[in-house]
């Protein structure tokens, strides 16, 4: 590996199995956390949690904390008595993360942090609190076990949030590093300014669409085209003209009625060329007219390529797949100008 500490590091992997009895890092997970903290410098670093992760930041980190409890599985009792523990480095503690998080006093910013600890919700949250606002910029941030549900919605809004990049997943570990983003107010609000919030309610771009190989079906099922760019309603407009050669805003919503769910994807097909985009534009006015929460998310917002839209007449209609992926309803064809 090029670097005085690997011989560690295979040492720390080998005795990683029998420090923690439920459950430790992979050497992949391992390696990689050697890789990424090895490229920074790391004065202070802290972690949820404790294990073969702990031995290994004894010896990337000059000062790091651990916040952990035993919970019977002698986790810590494991890592205080390894020699694989570089003395003076780590301090524990002790106690639930719920509890000790929100009264420790953090004398420096952090270079490093780890969460894994309770992964019961809201507690992986509750942990990213405390933490985020003290990472510097350029600060690695890891989250393990992205896999259970309640872990993986952090990892969704961390992917989204202008404050990280992801750099990669390892199996189930994702690492993250801190950009030069404003730190969001941990006293504020401002929902509306995080990405994970803010994606909903923006124009996506459309990509390409598969629906020429699902069945068709017959039977309707509800849908609604709010707009056809600046047009409202444009299947009952007499007449309808768009700007040519500039991207087009298709909106509307569309649901599965049988299934009793959003639709599963829209594609809107222009000039016969479909373009698939999602379901996912909060429409509370659906939910509540249909009289099913589950409609919430039916909403969509999608922008077609200005390079489609040459001056002259476009058709487009709207091919609405079916819980399942396999059908879809196609929606009457709306006719308009470019010009």
């Not at 004398?107 to 600890?117: E, N, P, R, T």
């Not at 393990?144 to 750099?167: G, T």
Request: hydrophobic residues 40%.
């Amino acid at each position: 590996m090029g670097n005085p500490l690997s011989a560690v590091l295979a040492e720390i992997i080998h005795a990683a199995p029998s420090l923690h009895r439920a459950g430790t890092f992979s050497s992949r997970a391992l390696e990689a956390i050697f890789e990424h903290a090895s490229q920074r410098t790391i004065s202070h670093s802290a972690e949820t949690g404790s294990g073969a992760s702990t031995l290994l930041f004894s010896h990337l980190s000059d000062h790091h904390l651990v916040f952990a409890v035993d919970d019977g599985t002698e986790s810590i009792r494991a890592v205080r008595t390894s020699r694989l523990l570089r003395p003076g480095v780590v301090t524990f503690i002790e106690g639930p993360t719920q509890l000790t998080l929100p009264v420790h006093r953090f004398d420096a910013s952090l270079q490093l942090v780890l969460i894994d600890g309770p992964h019961g919700y809201p507690f992986p949250d509750l942990e990213y609190y405390y933490f985020y606002q003290r990472l510097d910029e350029d600060g690695l941030l890891i989250v393990d076990d992205i896999q259970i549900r309640s872990v993986n919605n952090l990892y969704e809004f961390l992917r989204a949030d202008d404050m990280f990049r992801l750099m990669e997943v390892v199996e189930n570990t994702a690492f993250f590093r801190r950009t030069a983003a404003p730190t969001f107010s941990p006293v504020g609000d401002g929902w509306w300014t995080q990405g994970y919030n803010r994606r909903d309610f923006e124009t996506t771009t459309v990509e390409p669409g598969e629906t020429e190989t699902l069945e068709r079906l017959v039977s309707p099922t509800p849908f609604f085209l709010d707009y056809l760019g600046s047009v409202q309603d444009p299947a009952r407009s007499a007449a309808v003209e768009v700007p040519a050669s500039e991207p087009l805003v298709v909106a509307g919503w569309a649901i599965d009625e049988r299934s009793r769910h959003p639709a599963a994807w829209i594609e809107i097909v222009l000039d016969g060329i479909p373009y698939r985009t999602e379901a996912r534009v909060p429409r509370s006015d659906v939910a509540a007219a249909h009289g099913n929460i589950q409609y919430l998310r039916c909403g969509f917002l999608a922008s077609l390529p200005a390079d489609r839209l040459s001056p002259g007449s476009h058709a487009v209609k709207l091919r609405i797949v079916l819980k399942g992926g396999h059908t879809y309803y196609q929606t009457p064809e709306v006719s308009f100008t470019a010009r």
